[in-house]
């Protein structure tokens, strides 16, 4: 079975960076024609994509994102990270790793995590 866990900091200060790591047991991230993604949630809005890593290591981040986002990953530990800097209050949101495989989609998810921006 696969499952996704998601951890990092709840509470993160405004113009810090955010760093949340993905620990996958159950599959290997180098699997062929897998991308393991990074989403978060807002309060009262809808889910919104923040990039991937492939199975290879390329990365595609969301172009409103992009220069402040960073995808990494461990194969070692079976593990991908995202960094997000200069972090506002807007980026208050629970945060979503998740699988899509290129012909089932997104098939698994971690629980999230929520993670605050507040002084």
């Known amino acids: 079975q696969v499952q996704l866990q998601e951890s990092g900091p709840g509470l993160v200060k405004p113009s810090q960076t955010l760093s949340l790591t993905c620990t996958v047991s159950?599959?290997?991230?180098?699997?062929?024609?897998?991308?393991w993604n990074w989403f978060r949630q807002a309060p009262g809005k809808g889910p919104e994509w923040i990039g991937f890593?492939?199975?290879?290591?390329?990365?595609v981040y969301n172009a409103s994102l992009n220069s402040r986002t960073s995808i990494s990953r461990d194969t070692s530990k079976n593990q991908f990270t995202l960094q997000l800097i200069s972090m506002t209050p807007e980026d208050t949101a629970v945060y979503y790793c998740?699988?899509?495989?290129?012909?089932?989609?997104?098939?698994?998810w971690g629980q999230g995590t929520q993670v605050t921006v507040s002084a």
């Open positions: 998740a699988r899509r495989r290129l012909t089932a989609g997104y098939d698994y």
């Open positions: 159950g599959a290997s991230i180098a699997t062929v024609y897998d991308y």
């Open positions: 890593v492939s199975y290879s290591g390329d990365l």
